[in-house]
């Protein structure tokens, strides 16, 4: 197989930032075919998120069923699912299709604190999603709301709820460590029958993060179809964020948060001049 085809199942972000958006960037810099199933249209910038428009489960469903009836997948990243309706019918696609390697991003606020998902819709994440993705990647406050608790701050703690986590039904953990202070940021692997591995990578100094957590559970979806096992995966995407957020002050992308540099590799001197 020379090529991979990576489907984003999640909200848009007109800024490019976040959402679809970023994870189709995501995926043709890291060597996938990006495809998408919009589940929400969102009105958000780098400032934050002005208005949500749902997409009908009935109509999420038809994507879904069109594009996998005709598409080989490879790889799934979902993100933005915003009710229990959509759930609903992501997890019968995830059933009937028998999609491989699915990395759930469970996307529940934004970086600019307005909520994308509702409230009663978490447990059908918990009950419905959690089994049925090979790899969750929550950031702290995502692992407490989905377990209940309150958000922890130290690694040792860290390993404690993503093990829980573990409990609630899910294969792999992947709990980012984005929240604590430090010079380095650390993230946390667990498997029911496997060590604990840690990625940690510089902690780059910059406000122009938004949209980091699509991209590197979009950079494991990428990934994992090419590399031999998920800790490869995880590992690369990890490395290729880091370098995103490293060139991020060189865009120049709203008055907020700005996003992270997808193609830092591929843009330099001379990109776009005429010949």
Known sequence: MT???ILSIAGTDPSGGAGIQADLKTFSALGGYGMSVVTALVAQTTTGVREVHEVPPEFITSQLDTLLNDVRVDAVKIGMLG??????????????????????????????????????????????????????????????????????????????????????????????????????STDLLVAAEAAPETFSAERIPTKNTHGTGCTLSSAIAALRPQRRAWFEAVRDAKNYLTEALRHADDLEVGHGKGPVHHFHAWWGEGVGERG
Do not use: Y
């Not at 009710?83 to 970086?111: C, E, S, Y």
């Not at 819709?121 to 309150?150: C, F, K, M, W, Y």
């Open 3 to 5: 090529s991979f085809n």
């Open 83 to 184: 009710n229990t309706g959509v759930i609903d019918a992501v997890v019968r696609a995830i059933d009937d299709h028998r999609l491989p390697n699915v990395v759930l991003d469970p996307v529940m606020v934004a970086k600019s604190g307005d909520r994308l998902l509702a409230a009663d819709a978490i447990e059908a994440v918990r009950s419905q999603l959690l089994p049925r993705a090979d790899l969750v990647t929550p950031n702290l406050p995502e692992a407490a709301e989905l377990l209940g608790e309150e958000e922890v701050h130290d690694l040792a703690s860290m390993g404690e709820q993503a093990t829980r986590l573990l409990t609630l039904g899910a294969r792999q953990v992947l709990l980012k460590g984005g929240h604590l202070s430090g010079q380095s």
